[in-house]
Nanobody
């Protein structure tokens, strides 16, 4: 059974940095892409960043230039380096991945809280 396990959230002051990690496991044959989404109460979940298996990336305009997504294919792990954090980055961050086992499907992590506050 596929699992995505996130880590690295927490409380940080404005202007600070955090690094999120998400490790996928469970009968994985291949991963087409891995991504980070975020959600705040009363709002839809929004894409923050995505990285394809070949390494191409895309970012939300609101984080472009501040966040960097990277991936370790050997470890089936994706990272999100978040710099120059702002209070509006406060959200629950979710890992998402398109994974093939005996079939192809999309999976979600349990979410990790990021709070940016002084």
């Amino acid at each position: 059974q596929v699992q995505l396990v996130e880590s690295g959230g927490g409380l940080v002051q404005p202007g600070g940095s955090l690094r999120l990690s998400c490790a996928a496991s469970g009968g994985i044959r291949s991963i087409a892409f891995m991504a980070w989404y975020r959600q705040t109460p009363g709002k839809q979940r929004e894409l923050v960043a995505r990285i394809m298996s070949g390494g191409s990336t895309n970012y939300a305009d609101s984080v472009n230039g501040r966040f960097t997504i990277s991936r370790d294919n050997a470890k089936n792990t994706v990272y999100l380096q978040m710099n120059s954090l702002k209070p509006e980055d406060t959200a629950v961050y979710y890992c998402n991945a398109d994974i093939s086992t005996n079939y192809r499907d999309q999976y979600w992590g349990q979410g990790t809280q990021v709070t940016v506050s002084s």
